[in-house]
């Protein structure tokens, strides 16, 4: 299976579906509830989408270097950016595009969680803390060089960092719309870990197993690849929902609401 034809299938095929029905929706007057319309959503998609490509690029380019995967040579077009294929630079965009256009679809239509959490600074204080904890035992065994553990440690190293950010700025409003963000993160990781399996099956790209747990789910799906779609789904979904918030725009720096032109909300 060509790389980019796996991206047609269960990528672009699906994200034209959500962007239909958000075609649909606009027609039909059904828009996001007022506890989102911070930001607006296209907008928050496409620059997270730019962020995906400069934050992964570096990271990625370094698995492919150090053969921690490798991708076939027949089955991509051949343009190669660093040791990526363009293909892989692809799906950095589109995955974004479609999680965030899944957690904005779902956005729409669920009843929004109104009560807002006690002790607000605590949840967030306690949410980074916890996951600065596992941050750090990933870190000290990337630099210990367990082979074995390469890809799960540079994963977690790789991908807590900004989600800690999300967790220290808004681990709160996370957690009052703690339901979107679940239903952001699981299906999506479910269904492009399965796709994956599919592509891995297909000679698409291959994991090292000298580098990695050796643990397959199913009997096919690498641990760390499953792992780096729950990261990177709960990147987007998380990051959708803040920059969507209406109650971010309270925290977000003054700067940055002028170069956007939004008014910090009441």
Known sequence: MKYFGFLARFVVAPLIILSAIAWRDRKRGKTLPEAFR???????????????????TPWDNYLVATRVWWYDPKLVTGLVLGWVPIEEYSFFVLQTLLTGSWLVFLARYLKPNDQKPK???????????????????????FLRGGTSRT?????????????????LFGGDILWQHRRLVALGI?????????????????????INPEKSVNFKIGGKLPFEEALFFFLTNTLISMGVTLVTAKESQRRAPRWLLRLLRIKRSA
């Open 38 to 56: 911070g930001i607006p959503p296209d907008i928050t998609i496409a620059g997270m989408a730019a962020v995906a490509v400069a934050y992964t």
């Open 119 to 141: 002790h607000p600074r605590l949840i967030r204080v306690g949410m980074t803390a916890a996951l600065f904890l596992i941050w750090i035992r990933a870190v000290i065994g």
């Open 151 to 167: 890809y799960l440690t540079i994963t977690l190293a790789w991908a807590l960092i900004p989600i800690m950010i999300q967790t």
């Open 186 to 206: 699981i299906p999506t990781s479910i269904y492009l870990s399965a796709a994956d399996s599919l592509a891995i099956e297909g000679g698409t790209w291959a």
